[in-house]
């Protein structure tokens, strides 16, 4: 039996992030048929998670653990190797929002009153959502100069035909040309969080994420390498390998819309080869304000012990991710800013770090 490269490449890199793989483990792989049998089941896995997730909603397994980490270290104890493992990590939480409205549109409405029942919802009205961000980006300082969190901004291209019609309804209403556009990217100059795009429903695929990133840093002055697809909309090994020659090489939208589970099976920043030769930077996305209120249901206090049981296991492991609440959450329409208020409190209470996406290198490979 032979072990595709890809999938024992992706197997080494997440091994390593625990432990040092050395030469006679890589001739012990290549010589063992059990061991190969084992890696290559492993891999469907790990493709499951990367290929059967639909605008982040699972058809495949959803962990509550770290589980395909804990696999590795099965693997490990089965074959009874043993390697060295690397001193820890720093545990890390990623800040982040995603930018899907600036103002409440129709289409905002129309989708929260679906949900709701509300005509609260329907009728709701307000200029924009720029104070809701702007209260976001204040308290992301965390007592420091800059917001401590990269937010996601949006800039969808427009499609064609059928596509242009469900994208009225899926996709963020603005982009890098609307007027209120204007006044974030003063927010944003003024807070100094790290910037990447919220690629369109659409933008993989219909191939239009270079378009959309294009124009993104073209208004902003900057070049783009972070990423999270609006709705987690990434799926398949195609979608990874055209984020990559988009030019991304961060990305977090490894969650799930409707779970508090770590996609992936894996609680930390890792190295995902979108071919044999190239990977980027995944960092998963665990939390999220909308799944908790709008699809699991959940009282703030509900969600709040929640959000604590699941980030102790992160810690517990030294692991990071990514906590997403997005940008018109401050409203008080919403005020799921309270929530967000005490989660990062609690972690911080806990000694995590807190980091923007561009560090997400320097964190994976910084050992204490
Ligand atoms: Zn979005």
Redesign the pocket.
């Known amino acids: 039996m032979s072990i595709p490269t890809i999938a024992k490449k992706q197997f080494l890199s997440i091994l390593s992030l625990s432990y040092i793989v050395s030469d006679e483990f890589l001739d012990f792989l290549e010589a063992n048929e059990g061991a190969q049998q084992f890696l290559n089941s492993w891999y469907k896995l790990f493709e499951a998670q990367r290929d059967l997730v639909f605008a982040g909603y699972p058809k495949c397994e959803v962990y509550q653990e770290p589980y395909l980490e804990d696999l590795c270290i099965s693997f490990l104890e089965k074959f009874s190797v043993r390697l060295e493992k690397v001193p820890h990590t720093r545990p890390v939480i990623f800040l982040s929002h ?1 930018l ?1 409205y600036l103002w409440p549109t129709v289409q905002l409405r129309a989708k929260s009153f679906v949900r709701s029942k509300s005509y609260r919802d329907l009728f709701y009205s307000s200029k924009s959502f720029l104070k809701s961000v702007e209260a976001f980006l204040s308290f992301d300082k965390l007592g420091g100069e800059e917001s401590n969190s990269t937010v ?1 901004v ?1 800039n969808p291209y427009p499609q064609s035909g059928i596509a242009r019609i469900k994208q009225w309804v899926l996709d ?1 209403s603005y982009n890098s040309e609307h007027p209120l556009f204007i006044e974030l990217k003063e927010l944003l100059r003024a807070y100094k969080p790290s910037i990447g795009i ?1 690629g369109g429903y659409y933008s993989l695929s219909e191939s239009t994420l270079v378009n959309e990133i294009n124009g993104l840093e073209k208004s902003l002055g900057e070049t783009i390498k972070l990423s ?1 697809q ?2 987690l909309n990434l799926s398949e090994k195609q979608g990874h390998e055209s984020l990559f020659n988009a030019g991304i090489r961060v990305d977090s939208s490894w969650g799930f819309n409707n779970h508090l589970a770590f996609r992936g099976g894996v609680g930390r920043a890792f190295p995902l080869y979108v071919n044999e030769e190239e990977s980027l930077i995944e960092i998963p996305m665990l939390i999220m304000d909308g799944t908790l209120f709008y699809e699991m249901k959940l009282t703030e206090d509900e969600a709040y012990r929640k959000c604590c049981r699941v980030l102790d296991k992160v810690f517990e492991r030294k692991g990071q991710v990514a906590i997403n609440w ?1 940008g018109r959450g401050a409203d008080p329409h919403w005020s799921w800013i309270s929530l967000y208020k005490k989660v990062v409190e609690y972690c911080q209470g806990k000694g995590f770090d807190f980091r923007k996406m561009p560090e997400a290198s320097e964190v994976m490979n910084a050992h204490v």
């Open positions: 995603d899907d996601f949006a963020p919220h999270r609006h709705w997005h």
